[in-house]
């Protein structure tokens, strides 16, 4: 089996800043990509920034400049630093990982249960 868990979310005040983390466990071979996807109420699962394993990055236009995603591969982690949060950053934010499972052949994407992020004044 291989888990997600995410950390980091919280309420913040607009131009705040946070860090999410998300770490992979379990029988895990090796890791492809990793991202972040955020969910606010009433819209769709939309993705906020990928990031492969030799460190290619790409984000959402709506958070470019703002947000940056990184990873430690030896700790099978990935963050999401959000600065400059705006109110419709507001979401349930998911972790999301491409895992070759060390009783597998392929890749299978995980998710992490996701963490609130709330951003009011």
């Known amino acids: 089996q291989v888990q997600l868990v995410e950390s980091g979310g919280g309420l913040v005040q607009p131009g705040g800043s946070l860090r999410l983390s998300c770490a992979a466990s379990?029988?895990?071979?090796?890791?492809?990509?990793m991202a972040w996807y955020r969910q606010a109420p009433g819209k769709e699962r939309e993705l906020v920034a990928r990031?492969?394993?030799?460190?290619?990055?790409n984000y959402a236009d709506s958070v470019k400049g703002r947000f940056t995603i990184s990873r430690d591969n030896a700790k099978n982690t990935v963050y999401l630093q959000m600065n400059n949060l705006r109110p419709e950053d507001t979401a349930v934010y998911y972790c999301?990982?491409?895992?070759?499972?060390?009783?597998?052949?392929?890749?299978?994407?995980?998710w992490g249960q996701g963490t609130q992020v709330t951003v009011s004044s």
């Open positions: 990031i492969t394993s030799t460190g290619g990055t």
């Open positions: 379990g029988s895990i071979f090796s890791i492809n990509a």
């Open positions: 999301n990982a491409v895992v070759k499972p060390s009783y597998s052949t392929y890749f299978h994407a995980y």
